[in-house]
């Protein structure tokens, strides 16, 4: 079984207009120390690109064991309005959690 | 003179939120102030375009039945309201209040509005300004624009709370301003004073969403369980003259406060957690600890702020055309495949008709519609096509649903449960306007 995101953190989006930005808060310390190595803005991308042209940035907030991602370039409808059904993108949290880390859980 | 500490509810979190949880802070946390936030980014240019229909309209469509419910509570309990339920006319909203107050009742009820950040002829007059989003110039949009409303800070708040009036409506206010114009006029603090302004905003940012940090849009059964969520109570904050800030909430109210639920809400909508601009200053937040301080209290500290920028920001409505959309379902053995030929069917009537859409989307609700579609995924029991079209072109828009419909005698087997419909598009851009363009002001609506 692969770890994924949900096993570490829990997400929450918001709408940033033409961008969406997931936090991704770790449980514990281990959690956070293994998201900041494994989860990078290339690993998040890559679970995007069916959705978004990107860029993705990464911020860190090691005090609250947390990190903010914001996806720039939502597809779909233009700048400022979609045609999508999830049009504040709120739903994309729940992707977040779905993404497969690197190494194997451990048993 | 100044207090010691203030205690502030937050009683909704968008336009349309529940109110019973309000009525509970206003009763039971001991709360000086209760804040109603009540503007998502369109809510002004869509209210602009109801005021268009009916000038005594144009705030809050909920304003009167809340108002009836939560005034009386506050009255009973000395409880003062911040409130941006005026959306594109606190005037009238103001006058619907005091109204309400009489009937209820209430004597010598007196509204504080806060005016100015209507700022449509303003925009209007300086074509060149650049839009952040694009980059145009505010010239292409200008025979669109529903409504340019700029972003008021605490500062407006507090000149409307300095009147003594019992209620405070605005229209645009920044969401944490809402909560710090109390902070500014109990606690004494100079509208300079960045040393307390950060852990303002931080209050005012965890607590402007109401139910989103006791325990709403948190729940996830199993992992992340609330208890009660169909009793969820709304946030109070109590704030220290000293900058000392702690989130909790009613003992009996469902939901929790805890260092989770404020850590989601602190991020909820920040793009660069370093710099979270507000018009009142630029927050900090990597500093910032939560630090569980009781049962549902959670103590927030380290907050910093920076000196504010030179500009407001300012939101700009247009309409930019219709989206269209006809959606129906199919269920049973081979549902996903129906619904696929029939959305390809309703995409190659459109063309044979000549109908051409900006964007056509069609999609199946149960695989694709939320995250596109991924491989890996298990085929559902049943599905919804939904299409849905944008263009310039009322007509147009409306044809997609028709097409929609036909796939009942003209579709595949077993297509139930058609809907149909047609929304004008408020696009929204932003502009930013130097602060001494804008000019605020309080004026006074008294008993009715």
Same mark, same amino acid.
Request: one cysteine or more.
């Given at each position: 079984?692969?770890l994924?995101?949900?096993?570490l953190?829990?997400?929450r989006?918001g709408d940033k207009?033409?961008?969406v930005?997931?936090?991704v808060?770790a449980y ?9 190595? #494994?989860l ?6 890559? $679970?995007?690109? @069916? =959705?978004a042209?990107?860029p993705v940035?990464?911020?860190? %907030? ?6 903010n991602?914001?996806? #720039?370039h939502?597809?779909?409808g233009?700048v400022? $309005?979609?045609a @999508? =059904?999830?049009?504040?993108g709120?739903?994309?949290s729940? %992707? ?8 194997n859980?451990p048993? | 003179?100044?207090?010691s500490s203030v ?6 979190g968008f336009?349309?939120d529940?109110?019973?949880?309000a009525?509970?802070l206003?009763?039971r ?7 109603f ?5 369109r809510?002004?240019?869509r209210e ?11 705030y809050?469509?909920?304003l009167?039945n ?10 009973r309990?000395?409880?003062?309201l911040?409130t ?6 606190p005037?009238?909203?103001a006058?619907?209040t ?8 209430i ?6 509005v ?7 002829e303003?925009v209007?007059?300086q074509p060149?300004?650049?839009?952040l989003?694009?980059?145009d ?16 800070g605490a ?5 409307a709370?300095t009147t003594g ?5 605005t ?5 944490p ?9 109990e606690l ?5 004073n960045?040393?307390?302004l950060?852990?303002?905003?931080a209050?005012?940012h965890l607590l402007e969403c109401?139910?989103q ?5 948190f729940?996830?059964p ?10 969820l109570?709304?946030?109070f ?5 000293d900058?000392t800030v702690?989130?909790?909430?009613v003992e009996?109210?469902g939901?929790?406060v ?12 920040v ?22 301080s009781g049962?549902d209290r959670?103590?927030?500290e ?10 407001y920001?300012?939101s ?7 989206l269209g ?8 053995p081979n549902?996903?495949?129906r619904?696929?030929l029939?959305?390809e069917?309703?995409r190659e009537?459109l063309?044979q ?6 964007e ?8 694709d519609s939320?995250?596109g579609s991924?491989d ?5 029991y ?8 944008r ?7 409306e044809?997609i649903g028709?097409e929609?419909?036909t ?6 087997s077993?297509g139930a ?10 696009a929204?851009?932003?502009v930013?306007l130097?602060?001494?363009l804008v000019k605020?002001?309080v004026?006074m609506?008294g008993?009715?």
């Amino acid at each position: 079984m692969k770890l994924t995101v949900r096993d570490l953190a829990h997400c929450r989006a918001g709408d940033k207009g033409h961008a969406v930005n997931i936090s991704v808060i770790a449980y514990d310390s281990a959690g956070y120390d293994r998201l900041a190595r #494994e989860l990078t803005e290339e690993r998040v991308m890559a $679970a995007f690109t @069916a =959705l978004a042209d990107g860029p993705v940035t990464r911020y860190d %907030l090691p005090k609250v064991k947390a990190f903010n991602f914001v996806i #720039e370039h939502l597809r779909g409808g233009g700048v400022t $309005a979609t045609a @999508a =059904l999830d049009i504040h993108g709120k739903s994309l949290s729940s %992707l977040m959690l779905t993404i497969a880390l690197p190494g194997n859980e451990p048993s | 003179m100044a207090k010691s500490s203030v205690r502030i509810g937050a009683g909704a979190g968008f336009a349309g939120d529940r109110w019973e949880p309000a009525i509970e802070l206003i009763e039971r946390a001991g709360i000086d102030y209760i804040v109603f936030e009540c503007l998502a980014e369109r809510t002004i240019a869509r209210e602009t375009l109801t005021r268009r229909q009916n000038p005594s309209a144009g705030y809050n469509p909920r304003l009167e039945n809340r108002m009836a419910e939560v005034l009386p509570a506050c009255a009973r309990h000395g409880v003062r309201l911040v409130t941006s339920q005026g959306a594109a006319n606190p005037l009238g909203a103001a006058r619907k209040t005091c109204e309400i107050a009489s009937a209820a009742g209430i004597q010598d009820l007196r509204c504080a509005v806060l005016l100015g950040d209507d700022v449509t002829e303003l925009v209007s007059a300086q074509p060149d300004l650049r839009l952040l989003e694009t980059g145009d110039p505010v010239e292409s949009i200008v025979p669109r624009i529903a409504a340019a409303n700029a972003y008021l800070g605490a500062d407006g708040v507090r000149d409307a709370l300095t009147t003594g009036a019992q209620v405070v409506m605005t229209g645009r206010v920044a969401d944490p301003s809402l909560f710090i114009g109390p902070m500014l006029h109990e606690l004494g603090w100079s509208y300079d004073n960045y040393g307390v302004l950060g852990q303002a905003s931080a209050a005012g940012h965890l607590l402007e969403c109401a139910g989103q940090v006791t325990g709403g849009y948190f729940a996830d059964p199993g992992v992340k369980d609330v208890r009660a969520l169909a009793r969820l109570g709304f946030p109070f904050a109590e704030i220290g003259a000293d900058g000392t800030v702690v989130i909790g909430k009613v003992e009996e109210a469902g939901g929790r406060v805890d260092v989770q639920t404020c850590t989601e809400q602190l991020i909820y909508e920040v793009h660069d957690p370093t710099a979270y601009v507000t018009p009142d200053c630029v927050l900090d937040m990597t500093g910032i600890s939560l630090r569980a301080s009781g049962r549902d209290r959670v103590a927030i500290e380290g907050a910093v702020a920076r000196p504010r920028t030179p500009t407001y920001k300012v939101s700009i409505g247009y309409l930019d055309g219709y989206l269209g959309e006809g959606q129906l379902s199919y269920g049973g053995p081979n549902a996903v495949a129906r619904a696929r030929l029939a959305g390809e069917v309703v995409r190659e009537r459109l063309k044979q008709r000549g109908l051409h859409y900006d964007e056509l989307r069609v999609e199946l609700i149960g695989i694709d519609s939320l995250h596109g579609s991924a491989d890996n995924r298990p085929e559902p029991y049943e599905v919804r096509l939904r299409v849905v079209g944008r263009t310039p072109n009322r007509r147009a828009a409306e044809e997609i649903g028709w097409e929609v419909e036909t796939l009942y005698t003209n579709g595949p087997s077993g297509g139930a449960g058609d809907l149909r419909q047609v929304r004008e598009v408020l696009a929204v851009q932003s502009v930013l306007l130097p602060r001494e363009l804008v000019k605020t002001r309080v004026e006074m609506v008294g008993p009715l």
